[in-house]
């Protein structure tokens, strides 16, 4: 384990282990006082560590409540956001805290970088533990900076050259819907509203191309480039949704998954996943599955440069193994997160920034 550790004057004491600077108490009194008292006179020093390692961890200080993460996150960074447009059904806590995914457990939630397809995404995204998993339920996180680097560079600048189209189809308040693996969220669930013309300006404003169709469901198409320049570094990072949406992305991510866990659980959900990825494929058309992605010029994505994407993320998976309490902010132009599938009980809440 690559691990050192350094006290700074004052009330915590920081490590930085495989990469990520894990901060915790010095004293075991009054925890989250000392945190938020600690946090309001390091701003610049948390600023410039999270664009330095990307991930710092708060472990030991005692956040026992939705009200105190929403606090800490404060502490971070002032500018908190409430509204998602992304595809995980999530619950409300707090004004800023919500739950990270209310998707089932044996759903995997492969890398990404959050609202990666938005014009202005999120600058920080905060994950904190109220209910630590007893299985599996790690939060893996990635430097898609790394993952950029260490790509194939004929692959990397076909995707540079050609941009990511992504093509996502939700049911609306009035459709039927019977059980589809694939299948989310409906756009009332996401737009937080049933009126047609709301949900068409929040896809105006977000520069979402929308078209309805029959039976009250709404198309959703947005485009981004495979590759950002970071605000602060102005490094290249790998930020796109394809490892989320391409319709081989859960089959892969799922093998790789079972590798990991090697469970008569994990192998089955692969198995699943694979035949389903297969009979979709030839099933039904690319603009009809309910999460997919080309490049811009509509040609196909190869499923081989999915798997090398999906490599090149596995190669450089840090497993967050959640304590009761952890609080971890990440940089989110450069550090991506998941979820491991798990079972038993488990409860991880997000706030994110402008
Ligand atoms: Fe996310």
Not at 72 to 84: H, Q, R, S
Not at 108 to 120: G, N, T, V, Y
């Amino acid at each position: 384990m690559n691990s050192t550790t350094d006290t700074l004057p004052g009330d915590v004491r920081i490590e930085i282990e495989n990469g990520v600077m894990i901060v915790r108490p010095q004293h075991t009194d009054n925890q989250l006082i000392t945190l938020k008292n600690w946090l309001d006179t390091h701003h610049d020093f948390i600023e410039q560590n999270l664009t330095q390692y990307g991930a710092i961890l708060f472990r030991g200080f005692q956040v026992n409540q939705p009200i105190d993460f929403e606090q800490v996150a404060l502490g971070i960074d002032k500018e908190l956001k409430n509204n998602y447009l992304g595809t995980s059904p999530r619950n409300a806590k707090t004004d800023y805290v919500f739950s990270a995914s209310e998707l089932p457990p044996y759903y995997p939630i492969p890398q990404h970088c959050e609202m990666s397809f938005l014009p202005d995404p999120p600058r920080k995204i905060f994950f904190y533990c109220q209910v630590a998993p007893q299985q599996g339920g790690e939060t893996p996180i990635v430097d898609f900076q790394k993952v950029y680097d260490q790509m194939n560079p004929a692959i990397r600048s076909e995707f540079e050259k050609k941009g990511i189209k992504i093509i996502r189809n939700y049911n609306g308040p009035n459709t039927k819907s019977g059980f589809d693996f694939w299948k989310l969220k409906r756009w009332d669930e996401m737009f937080m509203t049933t009126d047609r013309q709301k949900a068409t300006e929040i896809c105006q404003a977000n520069h979402f191309q929308y078209t309805w169709q029959a039976n009250d469901r709404l198309r959703l198409i947005s485009e981004q480039p495979a590759v950002r320049l970071h605000p602060k570094t102005q490094q290249k990072i790998w930020f796109n949704h394809s490892q989320v949406f391409h319709l081989a992305a859960a089959a892969i991510e799922y093998n790789k998954i079972a590798n990991y866990q090697k469970t008569w659980r994990s192998r089955f959900y692969a198995t699943l996943t694979n035949v389903m990825t297969f009979l979709k494929k030839n099933l039904q058309k690319t603009e009809n599955q309910a999460l997919h992605c080309t490049f811009l010029d509509d040609s196909e994505i190869p499923t081989r440069y999915m798997q090398h994407v999906e490599d090149m993320i596995w190669q450089n998976m840090y497993f967050v193994q959640w304590q009761k309490g952890d609080v971890i902010a990440l940089d989110n132009f450069r550090v991506a997160h998941g979820r491991m599938p798990y079972t038993g009980e488990r409860e991880i809440l997000v706030a994110w920034t402008s």
